[in-house]
DNA sequence: TATCAGGTGATAATGATTATCATCCGTATG
DNA sequence: CATACGGATGATAATCATTATCACCTGATA
């Protein structure tokens, strides 16, 4: 299996091909089609570094400043329900959301929290046959590869930090060791 | 590959060697032998629901009525930094702890929160060569399955909820779409 | 246009986690 | 064994993301 990071570039062609549905798949799920939804969606495809609510909050608020961030909350959530984007659930920080439907892996800083889309090709279709678990059914997977992004490794783990990461640096400890194996 | 649900049965002679050798690992890491240490990691070498902070308090509390909620969390992360423990950050609830450090996956029901242990042989092996992305130093990956648990499918949901995941159903709603995919 | 179900904004509430700080105690040393 | 030190603990407050509440608004439909 081969491992590559998605780059950015593929994303301003994507992102407009899902705007362009997206008025009719709110419909299709029986949503009302409202001005937030369609600034929150426009800002969760127009970033690529997976945002979180409050993130998202600020960009939508540049043209709408009246936007509540609960609204944005209640939306993100909504867009979710309706398969319009998924949750990052990364390191227990705040939720981080994805608005990349293809399939698609993660690699997640454990100092600073970059995420960094990565496909594997194969992977897929490897693991396809096994998402029948005894007792379960299943719905859907997702891997998540924990890292030094090489910005941290080389700057001391100070580089790239969010300024709302206050704690990144004694949380990150806790995957110092044990430096492969699964959750 | 193929997957397989990991018996509980396996985990009491697992916790026993793993008790038997925990004080040494706490002087090899620099760290104090406390009362509170062990007591905690018994608790979630104990259990075998991946349980929350919480949970591993009030098992704590049986003998030690004294123990500090914040103890126990600070205690659960010491733990996770010094590899006794894993942190399974599931679906973005409060945290879960696994006690058990043999590589394996989880199967997470989406309405019920109930989590399983599973081994996916061949899988570990499989991804050893990719774990390596481009401006990443891997340091480990986890893979999580997202299911509903036949109990919650046949009798709508209700079944084996904790009092606490008041939420849960609501939350539920957003992996009801998108039947296979990752994040 | 009239109606209504659902959406939104403002705000309070919730709940897990973390910070603070005085005190305690495990460990190493004499 | 006595002492000293540094980390651990308990109690409590603070933080912060998320959710609940509720009055009002608005998109969708007839």
Redesign the interface.
């Known amino acids: 299996?081969?491992?590559k990071?998605v780059k950015d570039s593929r994303r301003a062609g994507y992102a407009r091909a899902r705007m362009a549905e997206f008025a009719d798949r709110c419909r299709a799920a029986g949503l009302p089609v409202t001005p937030q939804r369609m600034a929150i969606i426009a800002a969760l495809l127009g970033a690529n570094d997976h945002p979180r609510a409050e993130a998202i909050c600020a960009e939508v608020r540049r043209r709408h400043p009246h936007v509540s961030l609960a609204t944005v909350h209640r939306t993100l959530?909504t867009l979710?329900?309706?398969?319009e984007a998924?949750?990052?659930?990364?390191?227990?920080d705040s939720?981080r959301y994805?608005g990349n439907?293809e399939?698609?892996?993660?690699?997640v800083?454990?100092r600073c929290r970059r995420i960094?889309d990565?496909e594997?090709a194969g992977?897929?279709d490897?693991?396809?046959?096994?998402?029948?678990?005894?007792?379960?059914?299943?719905?859907?997977?997702?891997?998540?590869?924990?890292?030094?992004?090489?910005d941290c490794?080389s700057s001391g783990g100070r580089a790239g930090r969010s300024p709302k990461s206050r704690g990144a640096d004694r949380?990150a400890?806790?995957?110092?060791?044990?430096?492969?194996?699964?959750?």
Chains 1, 2 share one sequence.
């Open positions: 299996m081969k491992l990071v959530e979710c329900r309706i398969g998924r949750k990052v659930t990364t390191l227990h939720a994805d439907l399939p698609h892996h993660h690699v800083c454990v960094c990565v594997i992977l897929e490897a693991l396809g046959g096994v998402l029948t678990a005894p007792g379960f059914r299943a719905l859907g997977w997702s891997l998540e590869i924990r890292a030094l992004c090489d490794a949380r400890a806790q995957f110092a060791t044990k430096p492969t194996g699964s959750d």
